[in-house]
């Protein structure tokens, strides 16, 4: 599939295949995210997969290292492009999957009967739309562990709210168009929220802070409130 | 064997170059806001440069020595005193066990590095010792410092042959920073990956405009004010990778200066890049300031970070001489 390369700045390298949530080019940029992760250029700091792009960050001393007359950027820009031009035989790697209680309880979806209206269907078809398909993390982002995850069935999408929220509870399951995500921590949020999860998306003392990583495949399942509470208090 | 908190400041929080290998997990880097400033503090007091260091605001704390230290103040000019005495910035200082650190008034810059020789006593989070506020990890407990905090040396000297009953020997030279930083308000610029998404005019008006540096402006990022920015493609973008210098283009038409604490990816346009050889200028800019943007070529951003980096080593062996000569 085509791409454009581009600078970020004067330490990124920016590999863009267009600017859409599509599940194929997502699979070219998870592609060559885990091939440039083995192949791990001198110079290159991190990599950074997101929906239809994949950013090299590079510290350029060490990059340009042994090619005094080129700049950092071009050095790593023919090695990108090494591996472009040579296609691995297998694609992608299957990510892993893995199963996510949700409370859709009122109490814990303050947006959810205000979605279900403007889609004009009861809320527990809402619950079983959301929870009746497999969901891919195209990217981790925004807050540390945060997933975007998608794509939402098409009669459940819907626009950020206009006014953002000051403070989203850590856990919140919200949806913004046709993408879906969980707050790893309280913060700032404009998605509308439609449930919570007692699972910690992020957890600095474990070995593997974020409990997801680009690739993986999610689904959710509806748990009760009591539930809920018994899960968070065990974990 | 330790520095002790009598009284907090703004933000003081413990930072390192910064945290590198997890931003696909979307942990953000954060690291000091004015790495030129790090590195001179640390090679002042014998250090590697990229040792951990305390960054500190206006109002910045009131510290006590709890035992003798080689230490350095650089960037900002907060007119620090030590039990009184002039403490100057890019110098290295000894002081006793027991004397008080203070900082009076904002002489010039925004942000003020300490370091001690032989470092501070840290948790490393992640292979860095960076203080990560979001998360509240890395550095002293993922916090800003509190009254009663006290921050562990990692080496102990006693440095009484030196002192020889004295509170304070400042010695008598300092590192020259000016190649370090920008001459004027002047930001040099890198156009980023949506900067053909401007209107001819707005282009011109990046270049042109003197723009101020607003109130609501921190370590995630600098907003900037000034007549807003058209754009000729109504698209939304998809959320991709940003950076610490990343000029971000708001849905107002103003702009924003992405800085340590910056997110991993955002969906804001990106305009352009400040290079990275003038973050540290910008880093110690202030509320209220103005800077002016003219646009570089990459060879040129490169080239600008080469002779920093350059200017660094030489100063790295000036004073290495220089100590070793006392």
């Known amino acids: ?235 | 064997m330790s520095l002790l908190v009598l009284k907090p400041g703004l933000l003081d929080t413990i930072q390192d170059r910064g945290r590198f290998g997890y931003a696909h997990l979307g942990i953000n880097p954060t690291g000091v806001m004015d790495i030129s400033a790090m590195s001179v503090s640390n090679l002042l007091v014998g250090n590697k440069p990229d040792e951990a260091v305390l960054e500190m605001h206006f109002p910045a704390p009131r510290l006590r020595f709890e035992s003798a230290a080689l230490f350095a103040l650089t960037g900002a000019d907060f007119d620090a005193r030590l039990d009184g005495q002039v403490v100057p910035v890019h110098t290295p200082v000894v002081a006793a066990a027991g004397t008080a650190l203070e900082f009076r008034k904002p002489l010039s810059g925004a942000r003020c590095y300490l370091s001690v020789s032989g470092g501070f006593e840290m948790e490393s989070w992640l292979g860095s010792r960076s203080t990560n506020l979001a998360v509240q990890a890395g550095g002293f407990h993922g916090r800003a410092l509190q009254t009663d905090d006290v921050l562990p040396f990692r080496r102990a000297t006693d440095y009484g042959d030196i002192l020889k009953g004295k509170k304070i020997i400042v010695f008598p030279w300092k590192a020259d920073v000016r190649g370090l930083y920008p001459g004027d308000e002047t930001l040099r610029f890198f156009p980023g990956a949506e900067y053909e998404w401007l209107t001819p005019g707005s282009k011109e008006r990046l270049v042109t405009t003197h723009w101020k540096i607003t109130p609501h402006s921190d370590r995630m990022g600098y907003r900037i004010e000034g007549p807003a920015l058209d754009r000729n493609e109504a698209v939304e973008l998809v959320s991709s990778a940003v950076v610490p210098g990343t000029i971000q283009l708001l849905p107002n038409g103003q702009f924003i200066i992405l800085m340590a604490d910056s997110q991993t990816t955002g969906g804001y346009p990106r305009i352009g890049h400040v290079i990275g050889a003038d973050m540290p200028g910008l880093a110690q800019m202030r509320v209220g300031e103005v800077l002016r943007l003219q646009q570089v070529d990459l060879q040129a951003a490169e080239a600008a970070k080469a002779v920093q980096i350059q200017g660094l080593l030489r100063m790295r062996w000036g004073i290495y001489f220089a100590l070793h000569a006392v």
Not at chain 1, 144 to 160: C, H, K, L, N, S
């Open chain 1, 1 to 235: 599939m085509p791409c454009r390369i581009a600078p970020l700045g004067d330490r990124g390298l920016l590999i863009d295949w267009g600017n859409r949530i599509d599940e194929a080019l997502n699979r070219q940029v998870l592609s060559l995210w885990d091939r440039l992760r083995r192949a791990s250029p001198p110079g290159v700091s991190d990599l950074v997969p997101a929906y239809s792009s994949l950013t090299l960050i590079f510290n350029a001393p060490d990059a340009r290292h042994g090619v005094p007359a080129a700049t950092a950027y071009d050095t790593l820009r023919r090695q990108v492009e090494h591996l472009l031009a040579n296609p691995p035989e297998t694609e992608e790697t299957t990510g892993r999957q893995i199963r996510i209680p949700v409370c859709y309880d009122q109490t814990m979806a303050p947006d959810l009967p205000a979605l279900a209206a403007r889609c004009g269907l009861p809320a527990d078809k809402v619950v079983e739309l959301h929870t009746g398909r497999e969901y891919r993390v195209f990217m981790l982002g925004f807050l540390p562990g945060f997933p975007y995850m998608g794509t939402v069935d098409e009669q459940i999408a819907t626009p950020r709210l206009s006014e953002p929220r000051s403070r989203v509870p850590a856990g919140s399951v919200g949806i913004a168009g046709a993408q879906t995500g969980i707050y790893p921590l309280e913060s700032p949020g404009g998605w509308n929220l439609i449930g919570r999860t007692p699972l910690r998306l992020f957890d600095a003392q474990r070995a593997e802070p974020t409990l997801l990583q680009p690739g993986d495949r999610v689904r959710f399942f509806p748990i009760s409130p009591r539930e809920f509470h018994q899960i968070q208090a065990g974990s």
